[in-house]
């Protein structure tokens, strides 16, 4: 199997990353009063303008490098990266407090499904997809250092 133009379909996790992260990013930067969080006062504006300028800045890597062969190791450490990152937010997403005030109805809080909880789950699968990647194109980075 030859290197040139090896892309995996697994790349498209990069794609689902900017998809849960950019209506934070566009919102945060432009319109944070907007957005349906609990107690905001001006510290958390600023601080929640970071963020946003942040994830705006990842969400532009990721586009970047999503077309890029799979061996490259930019690609593979922003993989790794964007694991840790995601890991670690749908840890924090599922011990936060309510802070959306908003239900998903009777039935889904009756089961503790809120708002951050789905947040959460969705960065659990993004974080876990990375590894998938990861996993899956291992043997064309091992191919590009020459190993087997």
Not at 108 to 115: G, H, L, V
Not at 116 to 131: S, Y
Not at 136 to 142: D, F, N, P, Y
Request: net charge positive; with cysteine.
């Amino acid at each position: 199997m030859s290197l040139q133009g090896a892309k995996s379909p697994l790349s498209a996790i990069f794609l689902l990353h900017i998809a849960l992260e950019i209506p934070i990013a566009i919102q945060g930067v432009w319109s944070p009063t907007s957005l349906p969080f609990l107690q905001l006062n001006n510290t958390t504006l600023v601080v929640l303008k970071l963020y946003a300028a942040l994830v705006s800045a990842s969400c532009v890597i990721a586009l970047l490098c999503y077309p890029l062969p799979e061996f490259l190791p930019g690609k593979r450490a922003l993989a790794i990266g964007l694991c840790i990152y995601h890991s670690i937010a749908s840890t924090i997403l599922y011990q936060a407090p309510r802070f959306i005030p908003m239900s998903l109805g009777a039935l889904a809080e009756s089961y503790k499904i809120t708002p951050e909880a789905v947040w959460g789950t969705l960065h659990g699968l993004v974080g876990l997809g990375m590894v998938v990647w990861w996993q899956g194109t291992v043997h064309l980075a091992a191919m590009a250092r020459g190993g087997r």
